[in-house]
């Protein structure tokens, strides 16, 4: 950890510790690895020789684990012969950033330190951190930012020192994901594919390390967006996630529709919004408004989860938030056909009306089911949207059309072709394993399926957020070129239902190649760049790694391999495996369905089989 670029221990949006360097018998140790070895651990390996007469082989082992709770081991390993007394010094320091400063590359100098107890304190207007160590070092430099240690190593033996990074008065952190209360269940996979129980493992490892608890209701549990840069709650990357992960149980979801139901307007012409940042849309429009896709995406989640297994308990007492939704939905689009961007002069984006539609449909199943008012309208200004959707928003070209991104002010269609068309195919899910009906005929959905499928818009490696031929393409573009794991993720679940596995198989395998380069780990996103042969996905360097929404991306993707469209309150689960099993057999074990494990087998021959199940759930047909 040098204190270039990014490199730093980060704690409530600040860098705590931006340079930890090691140098041992004055020499730094030769860099032979360095691997995520858990969502939460990092580990460095380095070599050194002690003696030159000893040859070319290493004699002393530096291992490095650091972990997310500010805690980093170093322990050296002696293969000599001989007993060693090694000085070993750390080079400590930092400036205290906050993550704006260092993410606009705007951040100070190191800041002078003061010996603090048995390490080094750093101290600014803003704020303060410390490192202590065990042991306590012999020597404490303050001006150097420096401690040191004279180590004893039998031969074959080991010594460790443990430093601990923190702000002044900052409890230990605890894992929320740990614990016996985590509302992910611990599922598994296996298959004829050895990275698919991989994948499985470390996304549903990626997301306990991302929990937290709400600070005013503990019980209540939401995704942080993503580390190090996005470590709070993010509306609508919370809701993403939380609707990816429900084959994990509906326990997640129920805490983020809480939590989030809490910061509800309830007053004004917003009231029914849930709150949300702008964020960048890429090249060709202005930011996007994530609070209305958070107040679209909250009756829709609401709607599934009670399919997935959310109690009828928990389902009235979430319900008047999803009516304020709703409500908001109706009053905002008004009497438009679309929902237009909040902005004046904003423009008419096919994303946003994919949520919306989406959105109509899965709420007016919820409030039928619940014996509320109001579906009919909300069905009715759908099959509108619907209608003039597929008129206004598809541009006609020799390759047979595609869906515009958005619609200008003035009426013109913006014709560039980008990932956010792959909204268009999540449609949600109604009872009796229906998929709802999207906003394009099946002619257009063909049409959008091919370009999907295409080199242009997949790069081997996953789908590009912007087409590879469109103006402004960037292959490290955040919504320009780069793949970003959700958007290929929705696109395979997307693809697959539609009945165009071949586009969603060769996108799938594409993420599943990406993620074995990386550990299984897979990043928020990484850069589009064609996949060639013997190539390796470029990483992109300002993502999340872990991320919320790309963790849950993986279990999303290998259970649209089964197929898995439960009913819980008609007692019903439906299977529409993929039948072309790309992966060949896949097992999955551990899922949960209507509050129960569920367990679904997919053969070679893309039939699916449950192995495990809630009493007296049905298999639907």
């Known amino acids: 950890m040098t204190?270039?670029?990014?490199?730093?221990?980060?704690?409530?949006?600040?860098?705590?510790?931006?340079?930890?360097?090691?140098?041992?018998?004055?020499?730094?140790?030769?860099?032979?690895?360095?691997?995520?070895?858990?969502?939460?651990?990092?580990?460095f390996v380095g070599t050194l020789r002690t003696s030159p007469q000893a040859g070319p082989d290493p004699d002393v082992l530096v291992e490095r684990n650091r972990y997310a709770d500010g805690t980093e081991r170093i322990t050296l390993h002696s293969a000599a012969p001989r007993p060693l007394r090694l000085p070993v010094e750390v080079s400590l320091g930092t400036?205290?950033?906050?993550?704006?400063?260092?993410?606009?590359?705007?951040?100070?100098?190191?800041?002078?330190?003061s010996v603090h107890d048995s390490g080094l304190r750093w101290s600014c207007?803003?704020?303060?951190?410390?490192?202590?160590?065990?042991?306590?070092?012999?020597?404490?430099?303050?001006?150097?930012?420096?401690?040191?240690?004279?180590?004893?190593?039998?031969?074959?033996?080991?010594?460790s020192v443990e430093l601990r990074v923190r702000p002044d008065g900052a409890g230990p952190l605890r894992a929320v994901g740990r614990a016996a209360t985590s509302p992910l269940a611990a599922a598994r996979?296996?298959?004829?594919?050895?990275?698919?129980?991989?994948?499985l493992r470390t996304s549903i490892e990626d997301l306990q390390a991302l929990l937290l608890r709400d600070a005013a209701n503990p019980a209540d549990t939401h995704l942080a967006a993503g580390a190090p840069w996005r470590c709070g709650l993010a509306p609508a990357d919370a809701l993403v996630a939380a609707r990816m992960a429900l084959p994990l149980?509906?326990?997640?979801?129920?805490?983020?529709?809480?939590?989030?139901?809490?910061?509800?307007?309830?007053?004004?012409?917003?009231?029914?919004?849930?709150?949300?940042?702008?964020?960048?849309?890429?090249?060709?429009?202005?930011?996007?408004?994530?609070?209305?896709?958070?107040?679209?995406?909250?009756?829709?989640?609401?709607?599934?989860?009670?399919?997935?297994?959310?109690?009828?308990?928990?389902?009235?007492?979430?319900?008047?938030?999803?009516?304020?939704?709703?409500?908001?939905?109706?009053?905002?689009?008004?009497?438009?056909?679309y929902l237009r961007?909040?902005?004046?002069?904003?423009?008419?984006?096919?994303?946003?009306?994919?949520?919306?539609?989406?959105?109509?449909?899965?709420?007016?199943?919820?409030?039928?089911?619940?014996?509320?008012?109001?579906?009919?309208?909300?069905?009715?200004?759908?099959?509108?949207?619907?209608t003039a959707f597929?008129?206004?928003?598809?541009?006609?070209?020799l390759g047979g059309g595609r869906p515009a991104v958005a619609r200008a002010p003035d009426g013109r269609p913006v014709p560039h072709l980008g990932a956010a068309a792959v909204h268009l195919l999540d449609t949600g899910l109604l009872g009796g394993g229906a998929s709802a009906p999207g906003l394009l005929d099946k002619v257009q959905t063909e049409h959008?399926?091919?370009?999907?499928?295409?080199?242009?818009?997949?790069?081997?490696?996953?789908?590009?957020?912007?087409?590879?031929?469109?103006?402004?393409?960037?292959?490290?573009?955040?919504?320009?070129?780069?793949?970003r794991v959700q958007e290929t993720a929705l696109a395979v679940a997307g693809l697959a239902a539609a009945g165009y596995e071949k586009e969603a198989s060769s996108l799938l395998r594409g993420v599943l190649t990406a993620a074995e380069a990386f550990g299984h780990r897979l990043p928020e996103m990484y850069a589009g760049e064609e996949r060639t042969e013997g190539s390796a996905p470029l990483p992109h360097p300002a993502a999340c790694r872990p991320a919320a929404t790309s963790a849950a991306a993986g279990v999303l993707m290998l259970t649209t391999l089964a197929g898995i469209r439960p009913d819980a309150p008609a007692g019903t689960v439906t299977l529409r495996p993929v039948r072309s099993a790309p992966l060949g057999e896949i097992g999955l074990m551990g899922l949960r369905v209507a509050g129960a494990p569920f367990s679904v087998r997919v053969s070679r021959l893309g039939l699916a089989m449950v192995e495990e199940a809630a009493d007296g759930l049905q298999l639907g047909v």
């Open 3 to 43: 204190g270039r670029g990014l490199e730093g221990f980060y704690r409530a949006g600040r860098r705590v510790l931006s340079r930890c360097e090691i140098r041992v018998a004055g020499r730094e140790p030769l860099a032979v690895q360095a691997r995520m070895a858990t969502a939460d651990c990092a580990r």
């Open 125 to 159: 207007a803003t704020g303060n951190a410390s490192v202590t160590a065990a042991p306590p070092p012999s020597d404490a430099l303050a001006s150097a930012g420096l401690l040191r240690w004279e180590l004893d190593l039998p031969p074959g033996g080991s010594r």
């Open 249 to 337: 149980g509906t326990g997640l979801a129920a805490g983020t529709l809480r939590i989030l139901a809490r910061t509800q307007i309830t007053g004004g012409p917003q009231s029914g919004m849930i709150p949300g940042p702008r964020r960048d849309a890429g090249p060709h429009l202005p930011p996007h408004c994530t609070g209305t896709e958070a107040t679209l995406l909250f009756p829709a989640l609401l709607g599934e989860a009670r399919r997935w297994g959310l109690s009828e308990q928990e389902t009235e007492e979430l319900l008047p938030a999803a009516e304020r939704c709703l409500t908001w939905l109706r009053t905002t689009a008004g009497d438009d056909t």
């Open 341 to 386: 961007d909040p902005q004046r002069g904003g423009p008419v984006r096919c994303e946003t009306q994919a949520h919306a539609h989406r959105a109509a449909l899965l709420g007016a199943d919820l409030l039928d089911a619940c014996g509320r008012t109001g579906a009919t309208a909300l069905r009715q200004w759908a099959q509108e949207l619907r």
């Open 448 to 483: 959008l399926a091919r370009l999907l499928g295409s080199p242009v818009m997949d790069s081997g490696w996953g789908l590009r957020g912007l087409g590879a031929k469109e103006a402004g393409y960037n292959p490290f573009g955040h919504r320009a070129g780069a793949v």
């Open 95 to 113: 400036d205290l950033a906050d993550l704006g400063a260092i993410a606009s590359g705007s951040a100070g100098p190191e800041l002078p330190a």
């Open 390 to 397: 597929r008129k206004d928003f598809w541009v006609d070209d």
């Open 189 to 199: 996979a296996e298959g004829d594919d050895p990275r698919v129980p991989a994948l």
